[in-house]
């Protein structure tokens, strides 16, 4: 079964210098936290800000390509996680058929929050261990984790 996410936020996890994309379920109160990078991290905060580019970015190049081919992103599913890596799916549909298109996650959610598609997650990878994963991340934060703030 799928259930409908949303992007919740990001954070940044100075231990490992990524960010954590969050998602949280739309009809409830699941969380799941996904290491992702940088230049992915940018690009999803430019989509929830609605920030425009004077030139199209990786995934504007995406949704353009989708548009031009005549295509349309219908959601994007987050499918399995296999040794502590997601694994997701885009979906596209033309008048033809409905093709899914393997994705990172973090790149699946920032062509989904252009193309106005919704985020899925597959019920069996969305489980307690995931909210416990975030959690005991937050816990095991000291101040000096954040570096110096001016």
Same mark, same amino acid.
């Given at each position: 079964?799928?259930?409908? %996410?949303?992007?919740?936020?990001l954070?940044?996890?100075?231990?490992?210098?990524?960010? =954590?994309?969050?998602?949280?379920?739309?009809?409830? !109160?699941?969380t799941? *936290? !996904?290491? #992702?990078?940088?230049?992915?991290?940018?690009?999803i905060a /430019? &989509? /929830?800000?609605?920030?425009a580019? *004077?030139r *199209?970015?990786?995934?504007?190049? #995406?949704?353009?390509i989708?548009?031009?081919?005549? &295509?349309?992103?219908?959601r994007?599913?987050?499918?399995? =996680?296999?040794?502590?890596?997601?694994?997701?799916? #885009?979906?596209? &549909?033309?008048?033809?058929?409905?093709?899914?298109?393997?994705?990172?996650p973090?790149?699946a959610?920032?062509?989904? /929050?252009?193309?106005? &598609?919704p #985020?899925?997650?597959?019920?069996?990878?969305?489980?307690?261990?995931?909210?416990?994963?975030?959690?005991?991340?937050?816990?095991?934060?000291? *101040?000096?984790?954040f570096?110096?703030? %001016?």
């Amino acid at each position: 079964m799928l259930v409908q %996410m949303k992007v919740e936020g990001l954070l940044f996890d100075p231990r490992s210098n990524m960010y =954590i994309m969050l998602l949280k379920e739309v009809d409830g !109160i699941n969380t799941m *936290p !996904i290491w #992702i990078g940088k230049p992915e991290a940018d690009s999803i905060a /430019l &989509a /929830l800000g609605k920030v425009a580019t *004077p030139r *199209p970015l990786t995934h504007d190049l #995406i949704k353009n390509i989708c548009n031009g081919l005549k &295509a349309k992103v219908t959601r994007v599913v987050v499918t399995e =996680i296999f040794e502590n890596t997601y694994y997701a799916l #885009i979906y596209l &549909a033309s008048d033809k058929a409905e093709v899914p298109v393997d994705s990172r996650p973090s790149d699946a959610v920032a062509v989904a /929050l252009r193309a106005n &598609a919704p #985020i899925f997650v597959e019920d069996s990878i969305l489980e307690k261990r995931s909210g416990d994963e975030l959690e005991d991340w937050l816990k095991n934060l000291k *101040p000096e984790d954040f570096g110096n703030v %001016m």
